[in-house]
């Protein structure tokens, strides 16, 4: 057993990485919907239109709020059954496509809360049934979102649905362990455990090997050393050993981590008492919901699962992320720091992110208070940064008083920051002109509206006006650009561009400019983080 754990610790963390255009290819080479138009050797970004929202860690959006029924519906046995009945009868699923969707809903679920930077040693635990195929089918998944999976299917069904599950696993060179090959304690060996022993189909007591497995699942929740991370559990559907509507009856059964609920809450969830309670298998169709009376979460976005109740309260201080990135190397980097920002805003465009041009602007005013809010990049090229805004707002009072200004780019997804500061002036009236043109007709008439950062009396009063300008311009005729709108462009005197690494040992590679033999070159030189 030791050997195969320790072969697979050596195996690569595979990270989903995101897809990257060829290094070649420039920002302007992007269709319609993220467009870049030159225009006067500069760079115009307009607003980047159906960019994909942030979805959690692997892509789904259940930690965003999710509009909860005020009753959650709880299935018994006999209903749970009637709906595998329907769906595999009349509405002509198969249980292959179920179970694939069961198991692609429990790898998406815990995706969304243990990530594979730190909980990246999977054992699962598989029974005969369905719910064992679930777990294998999760297995599957879990091993693409670059977490290392074991398996352990001791009493293997002969079914080829089944066989071919454990073919697609093998070809994965994912291991499959014996009783024998389990570790003696499973916190040495393992960041998660999956429960796939048994469904809400199961009754009376759970019989040899599954019974001592599940002795030694209950264990590690009594004797749990407080000194050394415990294994997070995940029950598939229903923690296995428990009644499926009377949930522990002991008392002294397993005690979940997070319960992955399918197609609807069993009875027993009403006694979860674990962090995560998430519903996954979003298959369920409106005959079902209705026959049933079923009363569940929206999913949201595109995700496959969805929280149940509220996420537990954190301790802010205990949050952390311990980064796994490809090193940013002196020499693996562009010479010109226009030419390596280039490179990773494209990057920041193929992975997906939403509005990757959103960026921290930092400015002080003569008194020296420094004011901080997200603008939008409009260009870039080798004379500078340009975004656009109103010039009588706060930023651009403190820009008429001190202008030098700071700019960040934080892509969360790609463990990336770029720092850029240089002095600021305004961009020539016939660029904001153009721009302003550029833009839909209503950020026009907003533009005009909004008397930026002073107080006014309500939203409506916005509203009106913006009614009465609607109103005016309907004809289609062209609607003036006011004077005091317009475009700034910051000059960068210094880059840093900054790459998330494990145990805070981040890379921080500066470059600032200096004149060699006549000639402007920038130097590089690396931070310590």
């Known amino acids: 057993m030791l050997a195969l754990l ?17 290094s070649a ?40 709020a999710t509009k909860m029924p005020e009753n959650i519906s709880y299935l018994n046995q006999k209903e749970a059954a009637e709906v595998d009945e329907i769906l595999m009868g009349p509405l002509g699923f198969s249980v292959d496509q179920l179970m694939e969707l069961a198991g692609l809903s429990v790898a998406a679920a815990i995706a969304e809360v243990y990530k594979p930077s730190e909980y990246s040693r999977v054992l699962t635990i598989c029974g005969p049934g369905n719910n064992g195929g679930d777990g294998l089918v999760a297995a ?27 073919t697609q696993l093998e070809s994965l060179s994912i291991p499959f362990l014996s009783l024998e090959d ?26 040899p090997p599954f019974d001592n497995i599940i002795q ?47 197609t609807a809450p069993k009875l027993c969830a009403k006694r979860f008492s674990g962090s995560h309670h998430f519903l996954g298998g979003r298959f369920v169709p409106p005959s079902i919901r209705n026959k049933f009376n079923l009363q ?64 921290a602007l930092s400015t002080t005013g003569k008194d020296g208070k420094p004011s901080s809010r997200i603008v ?34 934080y892509w969360d997804d790609l463990n990336r920051q770029v720092r850029i500061e240089g002095p600021v002036q305004k961009v020539s009236d016939e660029e904001s002109e153009q721009y302003f043109h550029s833009r839909p007709r209503g950020s026009q008439i907003g533009a005009i509206v909004s008397p930026q950062s002073t107080i006014i009396p309500g939203r409506q009063v916005l509203l009106d006006e913006y009614k ?17 709108w317009g475009g700034y462009r910051l000059k960068p005197e210094k880059f840093e561009f900054w790459q998330g690494q494990k145990s805070r040992l981040h890379d921080r590679l500066r470059y600032i400019p200096e004149t060699v033999d006549g000639t402007t070159v920038w130097r590089i030189e690396r931070l310590a983080p």
């Not at 091993?143 to 599950?165: D, M, Q, V």
């Not at 190397?329 to 997906?352: C, I």
């Not at 990049?377 to 010039?391: A, H, I, P, R, S």
């Not at 009465?468 to 005091?484: F, N, Q, T, W």
């Open 6 to 22: 320790r072969k697979a610790n050596k195996m690569p963390c595979r990270l989903l990485a995101p897809l990257l255009l060829p």
């Open 25 to 64: 290819l420039s920002i302007t080479n992007f269709n319609a919907t993220h467009s870049l138009t030159a225009s006067h050797n500069h760079l115009h970004l307009p607003r980047l239109l159906g960019s994909r929202p942030k979805i959690g860690f692997w892509g789904s959006l259940s930690g965003m």
């Open 140 to 166: 599957r998944h879990l091993y693409h979102f670059g977490y290392k999976p074991f398996i352990c299917y001791p009493k293997r069904t002969a079914k080829p649905l089944y066989s071919g599950l454990v």
């Open 182 to 207: 389990l570790p003696k304690d499973f916190s040495d060996s393992f960041d998660i455990l999956v429960d796939a022993m048994f469904g809400f189909s199961f009754h009376g007591s759970p019989r």
């Open 216 to 262: 030694r699942l209950v264990a590690l929740k009594i004797n749990g050393d407080t000194h050394q991370k415990s294994p997070a559990i995940i029950s598939i559907d229903i923690p296995s050993g428990w009644h499926v509507e009377e949930g522990d009856l002991s008392g002294e059964g397993i005690k979940p981590d997070m319960l992955v609920s399918l």
């Open 296 to 359: 569940l979460p929206a999913y949201p976005g595109t995700s496959m699962c969805v929280r149940i109740g509220k996420p537990p309260k954190i301790d802010i201080s205990s949050l952390r992320e311990n980064y796994i990135s490809p090193a940013l190397l002196e020499e693996e980097v562009a010479a010109d720091p226009f030419d390596q920002f280039q490179k990773w805003f494209d990057d920041a465009m193929s992975a997906g992110l939403k509005e990757p041009n959103a960026m």
């Open 376 to 409: 939008l990049l409009k260009g870039v090229d080798k004379d500078g940064f340009v975004w656009y805004t109103n010039y009588e707002g706060r930023k651009g009072q403190q820009l008429a008083e001190n202008p030098h200004a700071a700019l960040l780019f």
């Open 468 to 484: 009465r300008l609607e109103a005016k311009y309907s004809d289609g005729s062209v609607i003036p650009k006011p004077k005091h």
